[in-house]
């Protein structure tokens, strides 16, 4: 009945639907816990002749793919942290030739002996094994290991290995394009020759060039607009010469790299751009052209996929780990160089692409569907591998080197930014600010008050800044200065992690979402939201009576707590709470971490009454809530999903609290992480890290309706 509609063909449909493609894929993607350059291939999949046929890979696809292409390399030689490439030259031109050479070869063999390509597919077949992308890296930055030996080493031998597949690649596609009546050693002596003369001529003239007109012109088009004009430019020369275009945009990436700081506007835009269309367009005309019905006509394909992820993958295995007893490293860090390199992505793609464009004979292609659809399958195992190991290899490291966090530790960094959306909690939350904050530094406190931009903002935002006038003045009251800002946001999450930036706030302490309905969420619209997008302390209250009043904290501390960089921040704070208000402390907690927390209380708070009772498994939560009476004060620290701390039962932490403690006194503690800033956004990064996955709330549902379905049939 609809077959006469598809595939669409009118150009705004077709945009249409590639941007609702761009903009669900990876929410869809974040939830299964799958890379996003992998959903949009599979989207592509999906859309295509080989799918359900609603979109034709028409001009559009090869006009914006190629633009993807290079921008996919163009930005991995702007990222390149070419400082830590020169302070560790030696080690990282060792770890760089072996996890090029070794993987290279042994796919060389199979590709020749096992899988049955000719020479030049299988050169290329080498070129993708042998380099890698760090799809990874993000794990590394959320245990704070950025500056790690074993991740700067791996972070350079990944540059290594790119540039010299890359160069390979040039090679590999002038050879197959010379023919047979020159000579192999003259072909590749003319290549290495043009190579040189190329990338010395650029790198006289192309930062000259940008240095002279970025320090001339300032504004953003102007800019962006050069810096693409340099981009096409130096792939066009490089493809003029019969070099391969995908080396040009990388080595123009690197040409440009100083001028273009990493957290600049023009960066951001330049990353904005490309993640946002090009390279979302490139990565769904691949996956249209991949027929996924070849995996269930043969084995054969499935074959294929498994000796390439296993070649590919003990290749680098091989080099990680020869490299890490080579060099005396522990074997944490042989897993974390192991787990860095391992991973094929957006690098493996555009090199499978250029292939795919070379044609050897009459209608023969250097790479074939069967190929095509093996290394797609092979990136999506590669990436699991990677992330795993990795998770590993960064958790082994920090529990045998815990990293204290001096920010955490001193203190210095304080300003807390205080979140007041209603006149009820607001005493009693700035309250808790008062008693947390170092009257030595005094710096003050941020109140903030976020209204959302809908029918009623002009209303909304008279109350918010009658409230923050009158917390201005119930600081002042206790010789407190008080900064105050009401800002309107679309939503509210977003404004108050704006907030959080602009102040460069060390914390930030929120009231907790009251639920009007059985059905709504514990933590409310946009607290997991803070979460997930801020790294540093956050802090969640529940005070039902005057902080005068408590008589006792109670604090319930997960295993491995000492080894997150916010352990002091909330020890700190917890602790001059309690001093102010002369009350007991009484810890929860295995004894390794008591021991420690003991130590913290005697040398900086001997004066606080503290008080320590072991907790063998965090199981026991329930038995203490049950405990904690109505004149204490229940702090729960948690912890942040995938941190070291981190325990799958605190999914289950809204349910405990809303069965177990249900009015009494409460704070939530989410420390201080290691992380990216929220800003940083690629597709080899997850946007946004779910606190649930797919498959938790799916079960999450289903317990839900069981239990009330019980219930019907036992009231029937």
């Known amino acids: 009945m609809f077959s006469s509609y598809f595939p669409v063909t009118d150009p705004t449909w077709v945009f249409f639907i590639v941007l609702c493609i761009i903009l669900l894929a990876p929410m869809i993607m974040t939830k299964l816990r799958i890379p996003h350059i992998i959903g949009m291939v599979l989207a592509g999949i999906i859309v295509g002749k080989y799918g359900l046929n609603i979109l034709e890979r028409d001009d559009s696809f090869e006009l914006f793919g190629q633009v993807g292409l290079y921008y996919i390399m163009f930005l991995a030689g702007l990222e390149m942290d070419t400082d830590g490439l020169r302070k560790n030259v030696k080690q990282v031109a060792i770890f760089g030739l072996l996890t090029f050479l070794i993987p290279f070869f042994l796919v060389y063999l199979a590709g020749i002996n096992i899988m049955g390509y000719s020479m030049h597919a299988t050169l290329l077949l080498c070129c993708i094994m042998a380099s890698n992308t760090l799809i990874a890296y993000p794990i590394v930055g959320k245990y704070g290991l950025q500056r790690?030996?074993?991740?700067?080493?791996?972070?350079?031998?990944?540059?290594?290995?790119l540039t010299l597949a890359l160069l390979s690649l040039s090679?590999?596609?002038?050879?197959?394009?010379?023919?047979?009546?020159?000579?192999?050693?003259?072909?590749?002596?003319?290549?290495?020759?043009?190579?040189v003369v190329y990338c010395v001529v650029l790198l006289l003239v192309i930062p000259r060039v940008a240095r002279w007109f970025l320090q001339r012109y300032s504004d953003a088009v102007t800019q962006f607009i050069f810096i693409l004009s340099q981009l096409f430019l130096c792939s066009a020369i490089c493809s003029l010469i019969g070099l391969e275009g995908v080396f040009g945009a990388f080595y123009g990436g690197l040409l440009l790299n100083r001028y273009i700081p990493r957290v600049s506007p023009l960066m951001?835009?330049?990353?904005?751009?490309?993640?946002?269309?090009?390279?979302?367009?490139?990565?769904?005309?691949?996956?249209?052209?991949i027929n996924i019905r070849a995996l269930f006509?043969?084995?054969?394909?499935?074959?294929?996929?498994?000796?390439?992820v296993v070649i590919g993958t003990v290749g680098k295995l091989l080099a990680g780990y020869?490299?890490?007893?080579?060099?005396?490293?522990?074997?944490?860090?042989?897993?974390?160089?192991?787990g860095l390199t391992s991973a094929h992505a957006a690098g493996s793609i555009a090199i499978v692409m250029v292939g795919r464009n070379l044609q050897i004979a009459d209608g023969v292609y250097l790479v074939d569907n069967e190929m095509l659809n093996g290394v797609v399958m092979m990136i999506l195992f590669t990436c699991i591998i990677s992330s795993v190991m990795t998770e590993l290899a960064c958790r082994q490291i920090v529990l045998h080197n815990p990293v204290e966090s001096e920010i955490g530790k001193s203190g210095d960094d304080e300003k807390i930014l205080l979140a007041l959306r209603n006149e009820e909690t607001m005493r009693e939350l700035l309250g808790l600010a008062i008693m947390m904050r170092n009257p030595k530094l005094n710096r003050g406190l941020v109140g903030l008050n976020v209204v959302l931009d809908d029918m009623n903002v002009a209303m909304n935002q008279a109350k918010g800044k009658a409230l923050l006038e009158k917390a201005q003045k119930a600081a002042s009251a206790a010789d407190v200065r008080m900064q105050t800002q009401s800002r309107i946001a679309t939503n509210i999450a977003n404004g108050m992690i704006h907030a959080f930036k602009e102040?460069?706030?060390?914390?930030?302490?929120?009231?907790?979402?009251?639920?009007?309905?059985?059905?709504?969420?514990f933590w409310g619209l946009f607290t997991e939201n803070l979460t997930t997008e801020l790294n540093r302390q956050i802090i969640i209250a529940r005070v039902t009576q005057p902080l005068n009043t408590i008589r006792r904290i109670q604090v319930v501390v997960p295993s491995r707590a000492e080894y997150e960089p916010g352990f002091h921040r909330w020890l700190d704070r917890l602790a001059r709470m309690a001093s102010n208000l002369e009350c007991r402390m009484q810890f929860h907690c295995k004894p390794a971490t008591l021991s420690l927390i003991n130590q913290y209380i005697q040398n900086i708070y001997p004066h606080v009454r503290a008080e320590y009772t072991a907790m063998t498994h965090w199981n026991e939560v329930p038995k203490i809530m049950g405990n904690v009476k109505d004149d204490h004060l229940l702090v729960i620290i948690t912890a942040r999903k995938g941190t070291i701390s981190y325990k799958s039962v605190?999914?289950?932490?809204?349910?405990?609290?809303?069965?177990?403690?249900?009015?009494?006194?409460?704070?939530?503690?989410?420390?201080?992480?290691?992380?990216?800033?929220?800003?940083?956004?690629?597709?080899?990064?997850?946007?946004?890290?779910?606190?649930?996955?797919?498959?938790?709330?799916?079960?999450d549902w289903l317990t839900y309706h069981a239990r009330r379905l019980k219930k019907i049939v036992h009231s029937s």
Not at 148 to 161: E, F, L, P
Not at 677 to 692: D, S
């Open 268 to 289: 951001g835009r330049l990353e904005f751009i490309g993640n946002a269309l090009f390279i979302p367009y490139f990565l769904i005309g691949v996956g249209m052209l």
């Open 148 to 161: 790690h030996k074993s991740v700067t080493i791996s972070v350079g031998a990944s540059m290594i290995a």
């Open 322 to 338: 020869i490299v890490g007893i080579g060099l005396r490293f522990p074997l944490s860090y042989g897993h974390m160089m192991f």
């Open 503 to 521: 102040y460069d706030a060390s914390e930030i302490i929120i009231g907790q979402h009251v639920k009007k309905t059985e059905g709504e969420n």
């Open 297 to 308: 006509y043969s084995w054969h394909t499935a074959y294929i996929v498994l000796i390439m």
């Open 171 to 195: 090679m590999i596609v002038s050879l197959a394009d010379s023919g047979s009546s020159v000579p192999m050693p003259v072909t590749v002596l003319l290549i290495l020759v043009k190579l």
């Open 650 to 699: 605190f999914e289950k932490l809204p349910q405990e609290i809303s069965q177990y403690y249900k009015k009494e006194n409460l704070m939530i503690i989410f420390p201080d992480q290691y992380g990216e800033p929220v800003n940083m956004m690629t597709f080899a990064a997850p946007q946004k890290n779910e606190q649930l996955s797919a498959y938790t709330q799916i079960h």
